[in-house]
């Protein structure tokens, strides 16, 4: 009898099917692309029109300003501090180039400008920007000078402000903040980007104080001992119009950011007679568990 014709294919056999498969292996998925000489001439050229539309872009942006415009009230007469906090009020005093004023403030939206990141305690920017204060009919431009807030919860209790006055002294502290970190050779290659002054002592007698520096580390590589970013490398970040300048107690050699390895530090071990500064004060030291109402606890030889 006569093989049927699927079988003479042979399914195992490999026949008609695989030879069918063979047929069409790769042919479909191997698809040769033309390169268009306009298509190539636009891939060449596309940066130049990009950059140039990102420059237009960053150009007309509003230069960087980080003053504060805060409205207050006076300070109600006969009126102690402990109740305006109960009221959700900021108690404050302006001092400094003239005679002294109590004002108070929203305790709510202050703190939302002292505490501006989530998670965050007490902001660096908040000592070194500008407030101009609305009070009534007047205006007063100062500083923070002192600030009284909760070590741990993020409340604030008092602040103290100083005038800040056009052509006398103004020293703050500025903050710092780094960019191009994932761009960084150092930090590529292994190594550890330690921003180690988050802020710099500065001294204003502009009519403004100058933003937050922002240092770029895409310049910073991994050396030996370490690769150092100085005061006297960002100068250039300083204000043109020259009323703005370093505090005069730096050499211009204080190391601002720093790219080591952090294996190649071997760890220092503290010596036995050292002692946590934390736990002093005026009567001695804390005691981590004895508060005065139980016996103390000992340690047993």
Same mark, same amino acid.
């Given at each position: 009898?006569?093989?049927?014709? =699927?079988?003479?294919a042979?399914?195992?056999?490999?026949?008609?099917?695989?030879?069918?498969?063979?047929?069409?292996?790769?042919?479909? $998925? +191997? *698809?040769?692309?033309?390169? $268009?000489? #306009?298509?190539?001439?636009?891939?060449?050229?596309? #940066?130049?029109?990009?950059?140039?539309?990102?420059?237009? /872009?960053?150009e007309?942006?509003?230069?960087?300003?980080?003053?504060?415009? %805060?409205?207050?009230?006076?300070?109600?007469?006969?009126?102690?501090?402990?109740?305006?906090?109960e009221?959700?009020?900021?108690?404050?005093?302006?001092? !400094? =180039?003239?005679?002294?004023r109590?004002?108070?403030?929203?305790?709510?939206?202050?703190?939302?400008?002292?505490?501006?990141?989530?998670?965050?305690?007490?902001?660096?920017?908040?000592?070194?920007?500008?407030?101009?204060?609305?009070?009534? +009919? =007047?205006?007063?431009?100062?500083?923070?000078?002192?600030?009284?807030?909760?070590?741990?919860?993020?409340?604030?209790?008092? *602040?103290?402000?100083?005038?800040?006055?056009?052509?006398k002294?103004?020293?703050?502290?500025?903050?710092?903040?780094?960019?191009?970190? =994932?761009?960084?050779?150092? $930090?590529?290659?292994?190594?550890?980007?330690?921003?180690?002054?988050?802020?710099?002592?500065?001294?204003?007698? !502009?009519?403004?104080?100058?933003?937050?520096?922002?240092?770029?580390?895409?310049?910073?590589?991994?050396?030996?001992?370490?690769?150092? %970013?100085?005061?006297?490398?960002?100068? +250039?970040?300083?204000?043109?119009?020259?009323?703005?300048?370093?505090?005069?107690?730096?050499?211009g050699?204080?190391?601002v950011?720093?790219? $080591?390895?952090?294996?190649?530090?071997?760890?220092?071990?503290?010596?036995?007679?050292?002692?946590?500064? +934390?736990?002093?004060?005026?009567? !001695?030291?804390? /005691?981590?568990?004895?508060t005065?109402? #139980?016996?103390?606890?000992?340690?047993?030889?």
């Amino acid at each position: 009898a006569a093989a049927p014709a =699927w079988g003479a294919a042979g399914v195992g056999g490999g026949g008609g099917l695989a030879e069918e498969r063979r047929a069409f292996s790769s042919k479909g $998925y +191997n *698809i040769k692309r033309v390169q $268009y000489p #306009w298509k190539t001439m636009m891939l060449k050229y596309s #940066w130049e029109f990009l950059k140039q539309e990102m420059v237009t /872009h960053f150009e007309a942006q509003p230069q960087r300003d980080s003053t504060v415009h %805060i409205r207050g009230e006076l300070w109600p007469r006969f009126t102690m501090k402990e109740e305006l906090l109960e009221q959700d009020r900021l108690p404050a005093l302006i001092g !400094g =180039w003239g005679p002294s004023r109590r004002v108070v403030f929203s305790k709510a939206e202050m703190e939302r400008i002292a505490f501006d990141e989530p998670e965050a305690h007490l902001s660096h920017l908040f000592k070194g920007r500008l407030f101009r204060v609305y009070v009534g +009919n =007047w205006v007063e431009e100062c500083v923070v000078d002192d600030i009284s807030v909760h070590p741990v919860e993020r409340e604030l209790y008092f *602040i103290r402000f100083r005038r800040h006055v056009p052509g006398k002294v103004t020293a703050l502290p500025i903050p710092v903040s780094i960019s191009g970190l =994932w761009g960084c050779p150092g $930090y590529r290659a292994g190594g550890h980007v330690d921003l180690a002054m988050p802020t710099i002592k500065c001294e204003c007698v !502009g009519e403004t104080i100058p933003p937050p520096f922002v240092i770029d580390v895409t310049n910073l590589k991994l050396e030996s001992p370490y690769s150092k %970013i100085t005061i006297s490398d960002i100068k +250039n970040q300083l204000p043109e119009d020259g009323l703005t300048r370093f505090s005069r107690d730096y050499t211009g050699e204080e190391e601002v950011v720093m790219c $080591y390895d952090p294996k190649s530090i071997p760890e220092t071990p503290l010596p036995p007679e050292w002692q946590d500064p +934390n736990f002093n004060h005026r009567g !001695g030291r804390y /005691h981590l568990t004895y508060t005065g109402f #139980w016996p103390k606890q000992t340690t047993r030889a």
